[in-house]
Nanobody, 120 residues
Framework: VQLVESGGGLVQAGGSLRLSCAAS????????MGWFRQAPGKEREFVAA????????YYADSVKGRFTISRDNVQNTVSLQMHSLRSNDTAVYYC??????????????WGQGTQVTVSS
């Protein structure tokens, strides 16, 4: 099972990026998926999650109204559209799948991460 993130990069404050995560090895069509991030010197934190059918989404307060999570169960992908990026959004972003309980933690599968750097 593999989760591979893409779409990270360097962007100016106020700009946008779209992260994608492609899953292979099994289908996650019946599992919630999420995005987390870890900034230098900080703990990894929850960013967003989406239920198996996309019916519900969850966001950290810090990204509400700026980030949108979506998924495509046919393509076995999950995406994170990020707008109005700020310097404190700079972090390595991780895709995760199949949480044991809830959507905020306890994921069984993780990607390697993609770097997002927002310059001010």
């Amino acid at each position: 099972v593999q989760l591979v993130e893409s779409g990270g990069g360097l962007v100016q404050a106020g700009g946008s990026l779209r992260l994608s995560c492609a899953a292979s090895g099994r289908s996650f069509g019946s599992s919630a998926m999420g995005w987390f991030r870890q900034a230098p010197g900080k703990e990894r934190e929850f960013v967003a999650a989406i239920t198996w059918n996309g019916g519900r989404t969850y966001y950290a307060d810090s990204v509400k109204g700026r980030f949108t999570i979506s998924r495509d169960n046919v393509q076995n992908t999950v995406s994170l559209q990020m707008h109005s990026l700020r310097s404190n959004d700079t972090a390595v972003y991780y895709c995760a799948a199949d949480p044991r309980v809830g959507v905020y933690d306890g994921y069984d599968y993780w990607g390697q991460g993609t770097q997002v750097t927002v310059s001010s």
